[in-house]
């Protein structure tokens, strides 16, 4: 298995741009996360699905993120419009059963 | 709120030594309790995990963890640390609450080993 794939690897914009971080889990596994890590906040869930249902979005820090999950093989990330505060690492995690994760490689965000 | 503590933000130690990295959670049952590894520019990666059961569980790598209850404690241990070693080390907390799922990490602990 190729395990748990993110794209873009690398994102640089311009405040007030769209972004799309990508996201594609493992095949099996019913869980996805979203995480947001930065140095000075750590590692913070931003949302979860559950066979493609969201299960809880509490960690979405405003409305400028949302993230969708069409189908098992495929979840997004949208940050519309993008700010200077939103530059961090984005993860997504998979898992059958909600508890062990296993992580991309992450997308590094910088917003200019 | 449930929370996870890692109270040593940098540690080093020089290649050989033992290690061990502390963590202390908050909450009021047992949870499920993780460690992972995160090399630079990489995702974090599992080390170990506790459920249930015996108390010290062995993980890869070398590493081990042994979960305290009376001292809500899971720390993480390694009786010979190698140069590539060096990475930074979360815990982790996993939690049901109101029928959702919670999964807490620490601040973690970033290990820097000495040739």
């Known amino acids: 298995d190729a395990g748990v794939i993110q794209s873009p690897r690398h994102e640089v914009t311009e405040m007030g741009q769209e972004v799309t971080l990508r996201c594609k889990p493992i095949?099996?596994?019913?869980?996805l996360f979203w995480y947001r890590q930065t140095m000075m906040r750590g590692l913070e869930l931003l949302i979860y699905f559950n066979n493609n249902v969201p299960i809880d979005d509490s960690g979405m820090p405003e409305d400028r993120f949302s993230a969708k999950m069409p189908n098992a093989s495929f979840s997004t990330l949208k940050i519309q419009p993008s700010e200077p505060r939103d530059s961090a690492v984005y993860f997504c995690?998979?898992?059958?059963?909600?508890?062990?994760?296993?992580f991309g490689a992450g997308s590094r965000l910088t917003v200019l | 709120a449930q929370s996870v503590t890692q109270p040593d933000i940098h540690i080093t130690v020089s290649e050989g030594a033992s290690l061990e990295l502390r963590c202390n959670y908050s909450y009021g049952a047992t949870p499920y309790l993780f460690w992972y590894v995160q090399s630079p520019g990489q995702g974090l990666q599992l080390l170990l995990k506790?459920?249930?059961?015996?108390?010290l569980v062995q993980g890869i790598k070398g590493f081990e963890a042994e979960f305290k209850r009376s001292q809500s404690s899971f720390n993480l241990r390694k009786p010979s640390v190698h140069w590539s070693d060096a990475a930074e080390y979360f815990c982790a907390v996993g939690y049901t609450t109101s029928g959702t799922y919670k999964y807490i990490f620490g601040t973690g602990t970033r290990l820097k080993v000495l040739a």
């Open positions: 995690a998979s898992s059958p059963i909600a508890n062990v994760l296993t």
């Open positions: 506790y459920f249930s059961g015996d108390t």
């Open positions: 095949s099996g596994h019913d869980y």
